[in-house]
């Protein structure tokens, strides 16, 4: 990953601020190289990275997650904020203003992620610091996020590959127990989760399984029994290193019937429809318009308003969007998760949900572990060896 | 539940003289709908809210994905989608002011979460709503979700007593002479959530078993995070086990030492420490009393006995729509315990090989004093792990 570590501060010290100081938790691992604790699930508990033009980069943290940093070959500086100096966002703030002050930036322009800082963490800190001139950074992260370097692609395509061996793996403990010994469907996800962790990923988020009538909508809670005869979804996102894949599985418990079958095909149709548009210089809402209109052709249902995908990286969601309103032009080195949402045959939302990196040729599918070309049959008889 | 929360956010903005509030955080956002969505904090680059304006019902706001989900789970029943645009708020804020300009009057106030709230969408509300006045309103927030309902704390009861009993639950499993690594420990205390209906999906519901000499940390094994290395605890050794769960979006927050065998005398003293300052908080927690003052009398008490508590972090936290919420056992939170407050107990301290224990222990507080729940068994002494053969 030095070529990605280069490329940042080559950015930064060819910015228009004399520091970029990232928030958001998608940034600051972007930015830093190194994960933090589930920071997103505490918002009154703050982590940033401040990189400036010249001297040393710092992480300012809590103090228990600060050896996670120091663990995962963070080599800049590492300030630990004491929590009871200030209320919830408060010690961080007074962290910051000693921080900026002592290293000479408070009379300078700071490049923030304003996408991701809050309302009042921005008014805190202008208050603190107010002859920093605060600039939005957005847009520099987002060019330098989109693409992405060789080493940030070999690891999504490592997460890619953990992913699907830790969905793999779920089914084939669930093979031979549909009837006999049963799952409880919060099992079955678990171990969905477990397995990725077991093939060397190192978290996962997003974690959902629909079977049958609770499969027509994104997300339901893990609730109730495996059962034969259903069509389910299994959703995952988990990363490597801080790099995220997003891929989402069908199955089928017993025999398809042939309406499952060919709502499954259905579905790759339009996803080989997409590929065909997914390379370079094509814009993302034409490869989306492109499948809008061969499911209307082939009279396909599709459920468009979410759009056909989106980029992943440091985040499992994040840009270019394939959809309506995303106009960004596809360039080697984005990575996109391609996810068509179709009907099954009881209105269960289908989706074949791979990762791939756009290559000067075209792409390259990620998330190549299995073809997935059609539906997983659960099915067999429980013994024992 | 329902019903009383309901009651009291109406009264809320009543009271606190807001024509509307618009909420984008996602604990906010649970909190106001009662929906429980694992996601839409690790989605940073797509936007939710709910919309209440006074004495009228709520609208949430949200992307067409998951609309479905949310109307499943919620006891808000009208919502409004938008056309995501790429690395803008736009669209979101649009569906936001259309819902302002045709319920609230000209003028009117409309709180805001500016806590949680990203800068680039409240400048965006800001320009659009020109002609109202946005004004914060966290303190609203804050006051709703830091007392508790009876519906709540019910709720909180029966989720920090399955999470106790979950780690007791694999606790039992592990024996010094077959003990198995910490990876699989981990994964133990997960199951044995996920047996007892604790919902174990999100990136931070976690479990974590970490022996010595990983016990240095508070995350070993950095980033894979909850997953553990292949370290057997050994006899005479400690092992920390520590699970984060949630029923219905309402978390607990629990972490308990396991001794391998009967403990020796440095790690019964070591122990008596944990013990020693959770006995300490206890005669603190009450109503009156704040909550500065409970950090200032645990803080003292180590001080006096040599104790190496770690004081960089807060002693403890509420728990509710999120694990980690006011009030703070820190010296900076003035906050007045009051009943219908919970508070996680949680001092982390150094025994003389460095290793980190903890305990984390959960209060509600009553008219009296305070209510200890959750405990599967009496903790005043570890867990202590059979020898067997």
């Known amino acids: 990953m030095d070529q990605l570590k280069q490329k940042i501060e080559t950015a930064v010290s060819e910015s228009q601020y004399d520091a970029v100081l990232a928030l958001g938790v998608d940034n600051y691992n972007y930015l830093s190289g190194t994960v933090l604790p589930f920071a997103e699930h505490y918002p009154s508990r703050k982590a940033a990275v401040l990189m400036p033009k010249e001297g040393s980069q710092v992480v300012i943290v809590p103090q228990d997650w600060s050896q996670a940093v120091i663990d995962q070959g963070w080599t800049g500086e590492v300030l630990i904020y004491d929590e009871n100096q200030g209320y919830e966002t408060g010690a961080f703030v007074k962290a910051m203003e000693e921080l900026i002050v002592s290293m000479g930036l408070n009379k300078n322009t700071i490049g923030i992620d304003a996408a991701r800082v809050t309302k009042g963490l921005m008014d805190s800190l202008s208050g603190k610091l107010p002859r920093v001139l605060w600039e939005p950074a957005d847009p520099m992260i987002r060019d330098l996020r989109i693409i992405k370097t060789e080493g940030e692609i070999e690891f999504i395509e490592r997460a890619c590959k953990q992913s699907d061996r830790g969905i793999v793996y779920a089914l084939m403990h669930l093979e031979g127990t549909v009837d006999h010994q049963r799952y409880t469907i919060a099992e079955f996800t678990e171990r969905m989760r477990v397995h990725a962790n077991e093939n060397g990923g190192s978290g996962v988020s997003l974690l959902n399984c629909g079977f049958g009538s609770d499969g027509q909508i994104y997300y339901t809670p893990q609730r109730g029994w495996v059962k034969n005869g259903d069509i389910f979804r299994m959703d995952m996102s988990s990363h490597y290193m801080g790099y995220w894949t997003n891929v989402g599985r069908m199955g089928v418990t017993g025999s398809p019937s042939p309406e499952q079958e060919n709502a499954y095909k259905e579905n790759l149709q339009l996803r080989d429809t997409a590929l065909e548009m997914l390379k370079p210089g094509v814009a993302c809402n034409e490869v989306y318009a492109h499948v809008a209109r061969a499911a209307e052709r082939q009279a396909i249902g599709f459920w468009k308003e979410p759009g056909i995908g989106h980029g992943v990286g440091a985040s499992h969601h994040e840009a270019p969007y394939l959809n309506l309103n995303c106009s960004t032009e596809i360039k080697p080195g984005m990575v996109l998760a391609l996810d068509i949402y179709t009907y099954g045959p009881r209105q269960e939302l289908i989706h074949n949900k791979d990762i791939y990196a756009i290559t000067e040729e075209g792409n390259r599918k990620l998330s190549w572990y299995m073809a997935w070309d059609k539906l997983y049959h659960v099915y067999g008889m429980r013994t024992t060896h | ?389």
């Open chain 2, 1 to 389: 539940m329902k019903e009383e929360i309901i009651e009291r956010i109406n009264a809320g903005i009543t009271e606190a003289g807001y024509d509307a509030i618009l909420v984008f955080g996602y604990d906010n956002v649970q909190y106001l709908s009662g929906a429980y969505l694992h996601f839409p904090q690790s989605f940073p680059d797509r936007y939710m809210a709910v919309f209440w304006p006074k004495e009228e019902m709520a609208t949430c706001v949200i992307p067409h994905e998951w609309e479905s989900s949310f109307l499943n789970l919620s006891w808000i029943n009208k919502t409004r989608t938008y056309n995501e645009k790429p690395g803008s708020p736009s669209g979101i804020v649009e569906a936001a002011v259309y819902l302002a300009k045709n319920t609230v009057r000209k003028t009117g106030r409309i709180g805001i979460d500016v806590n949680r709230t990203p800068l680039n969408v409240y400048n965006r509300l800001k320009g659009a709503l020109e002609d109202f006045e946005l004004a914060p309103c966290d303190d609203l927030l804050r006051e709703l979700r830091l007392k508790k309902t009876q519906g709540e704390l019910e709720l909180l009861e029966k989720v920090v007593s399955k999470n106790d009993q979950a780690i007791a639950g694999h606790a039992h499993h592990i024996l010094v002479q077959q003990a198995n690594g910490e990876m699989n420990i981990t994964e133990g205390i997960r199951t044995h959530a996920i047996e007892r209906e604790l919902d174990e999906v999100g990136h931070h519901a976690i479990a974590q078993a970490v022996g010595e000499t990983n016990m240095k940390s508070w995350w070993p094994r950095a980033p894979m995070f909850g997953i553990g290395f292949d370290k057997k605890p050994l006899r005479g050794e400690w092992l920390r086990m520590e699970l984060v769960s949630t029923v219905n979006g309402y978390w607990s927050n629990g972490a308990r030492m396991l001794s391998m065998d009967e403990p020796t005398d440095e790690m019964k003293a070591d122990y008596q420490n944990l013990v020693t300052l959770r006995e300490t908080a206890r005669d603190a927690l009450k109503p009156g009393v704040k909550a500065s003052d409970v950090y200032k009398a645990v803080k003292a008490t180590a001080d006096e006995k040599g104790i190496a508590l770690q004081i960089k972090v807060t002693l403890g936290t509420g728990i509710g729509a999120s694990n980690y919420e006011p009030p703070y056992i820190s010296e900076a939170d003035e906050t007045v315990l009051e009943p219908g407050m919970i508070i996680v107990f949680s001092p982390v301290i150094k025994d003389s090989n460095d290793n980190l224990l903890m305990a984390k222990d959960t209060f509600v507080i009553t008219e009296e004093g305070h209510k200890l729940i959750g405990w599967w068994k009496d903790w005043r002494e570890p867990f202590i792990a059979n020898y067997t053969f």
